[in-house]
């Protein structure tokens, strides 16, 4: 199982850290729009990610490849950071700038927001498997401008930002509750409408 879902989740890692930079490059609501590229292409590649897989897994087996793949998308967006560090140093100040706000929220608050962030993105995608695209590329953009955190996008902006104010505890206190959010906003529709 590791030799098949590792890469794969490498692979969507890099797609959300793609979306990540344009965002970043571009802000406001055209960022968020294009950052729908990074979803679209781990649905269409078949790529495994954590907030597309966590609504989805049904028996105890599944809980080693969700962390497996958890594993590999922190992967491929910590290649993806280094890259872009090294290549658009102009965007590790604005990635600090992120990881700040996200500091100031609070773990509490950032938990909250992940729930709305999981929500969202097991609905894109569990239309997605229907061929129903819409909601996908409605529902990253809307996500990010509501400013509900997504973990796996985090993750590549707090390895992003200068090192000095990524490597501190409450950073990890802090991403592990946007995990934690997103699992249960990705677990929200089945476990209050386990029929839909």
């Excluded at 890259?83 to 909250?112: N, T, W």
């Excluded at 090192?163 to 934690?180: F, H, M, N, R, S």
Aim: charged share 10%.
């Amino acid at each position: 199982m590791f030799r098949k879902v590792f890469p794969l989740a490498i692979l969507a890692g890099i797609c959300i850290a793609i979306g990540g930079t344009v965002f970043m490059r571009v802000g406001g609501v055209a960022g968020a729009v294009l950052f729908a590229f990074g979803l679209t292409t781990v649905v269409y590649y078949g790529l495994k990610l954590y907030t597309g897989t966590a609504g989805f897994i049904r028996c105890r087996g599944d809980w080693g490849m969700l962390c497996t793949v958890l594993a590999g998308n922190i992967m491929g967006c910590l290649l993806t950071a280094l890259a872009i560090r090294y290549a658009h140093p102009d965007l590790v100040e604005q990635a600090g700038g992120i990881l700040s706000a996200r500091m100031q929220k609070g773990a509490l608050a950032c938990f909250l927001l992940a729930i709305g962030c999981g929500f969202i993105m097991t609905t894109a995608v569990f239309f997605a498997r229907q061929g129903k695209v819409l909601p996908m590329l409605l529902g990253v953009p809307v996500f990010i401008l509501c400013g509900f955190t997504h973990s796996i996008a985090d993750a590549f902006y707090f390895l992003c930002a200068p090192w000095q104010d990524v490597l501190q505890w409450p950073v990890l206190l802090l991403y592990a509750a946007e995990v934690a959010g997103n699992f249960v906003g990705c677990n929200l529709y089945r476990w209050v409408a386990p029929n839909p």
